[in-house]
Every structure is written in C-alpha cells, then in structure tokens.
C-alpha cells in the first residue's frame, strides 16, 4: 500500500542542479531577478525561465510583478526548512563543493537561514540562551521560559505578540555546518531583526553572509560571556 503524498516530482525539482542552485541562493531571503537567477545558476535567460516556470508551478516559489521587472522568492518559510534540512543530509554525507567560494569561511562562521541567524554565531547565540535560562530545551523543541520573556523585552522584542502569531515562537534548526542547533521560529527572527536594527549586524550584498561590527563583535563577546543575560 502506498501512503501519504508523492514526493517524487519535489525532488526531482530540487534536484537538478541549476534549480538547487536557484533556490540555496534564494535562502537568504531576498527576492530576485530572472537574470540574477540565471547568473547564479550559470544556464541562460531562456534556460532559466523553463525552470522558473518549474518551481512557479510546484509551489516551491512566488513571484512578485513590479514595473518591468519580476522577482523570485521562495515560497514560504516550509520551502526553507526544506532546503535547509537537505543541506544538513548532504554536508553529512560528504556532498561538499569540489572548490568552495571564497565566502565559504564567513558563511560557516554567520549566515542568514531564510530569516533567522545560522552559522557558528547562531549556535553561540542560542547555546546562551539555553545556559542563562532564556529557553529550554523539552522533549517538544524548545520553549521560552518566564526570565527569556523578561529579557527579551528589555531588548525590544515582544513575546507575547510573537506568540500570537501563527507560526512556531522558538523552534530549534539544526545547523548544516556545526552539527549543532541554532534558533528558528519567530522569535529567531525577531532576534536576527533586532541585531540588524541595533547596528550590531549587517547582511553582505548578494550573499547569505552576515558580517558584524566592530561595535556588534565587542557586545557579542560579552553577551556570549553571559554578561548581557
């Protein structure tokens, strides 16, 4: 008996190399061009509106009309975890770039993952919450406690709003190049935000890395001491 969706026609989508390479680029979240797109996929502007076309129609991506111009972003935060589940089999089971890019240390060491902080950072980030008591870990993921609520809201983020929303307030994701969790879910986002916000992070042009300032590292080391908790 054969149970549950079909999963063949996904997978068959994602892996062809040059949509992999469309979709790993759009996990930073940034919506782009056709012509981008056929860039970073190396196939031309014919060859990658038949993909496009592809993903459009699987529900793997959305695409937003302005002006003249079309751009391509994953389709919702699903299709990340998706992605980013395969990245963490593949690097697990040796499917490593043969060159990898110069950028290939900063992106170990911070990274967007969709909307949230990946990376060595982002595994610091959340093994300090877990050792100040911020959240725990349960048998079900991982929950904010009474003190993570309180100091979240002494740097600007608002628990109980997060909580209403309909997705997951803090999930744990598992982190393809430490092996080790960093934190998802909307409050994952809502904290990658504020650290963009507050000038202790920015976002490389045309890349997942995310670089911090001087400022950023000197409050990062002494958050990550447990002094900022």
Request: net charge positive; aromatic share 6%; glycine share 10%.
């Amino acid at each position: 008996m054969k149970d549950g969706p079909h999963i063949a026609r996904i997978a068959a989508l994602i892996g062809d190399s040059a949509r992999a390479e469309v979709l790993t680029a759009l996990m930073a979240d940034r919506a782009l061009t056709a012509t981008e797109l056929a860039d970073v996929a190396g196939v031309t502007k014919q060859t990658i509106s038949a993909h496009l076309a592809k993903l459009l129609d699987a529900g793997l991506l959305a695409v937003e009309s302005q002006g003249r111009h079309r751009y391509f972003r994953l389709a919702d935060r699903d299709v990340a975890q998706l992605l980013e589940s395969l990245m963490n089999v593949a690097f697990r089971s040796g499917a490593v770039r043969l060159r990898a890019s110069p950028r290939e240390p900063a992106l170990r060491r911070a990274r967007v993952c969709y909307d949230h902080l990946a990376g060595e950072v982002g595994v610091q980030f959340y093994e300090a919450l877990l050792h100040n008591g911020l959240v725990q870990a349960t048998a079900h993921g991982t929950e904010l406690t009474a003190a993570g609520a309180q100091w979240f809201s002494t740097v600007g983020i608002d628990t109980s709003r997060l909580a209403q929303q309909r997705r997951t307030l803090c999930r744990p994701c598992l982190d393809w190049s430490e092996r080790r969790h960093h934190l998802g879910g909307a409050l994952g986002a809502a904290l990658f935000q504020r650290l963009l916000e507050g000038g202790w992070a920015e976002r490389a042009a045309g890349s997942r890395v995310v670089r911090f300032t001087p400022r950023g590292e000197l409050a990062l080391r002494e958050w990550l001491a447990g002094h900022g908790a």
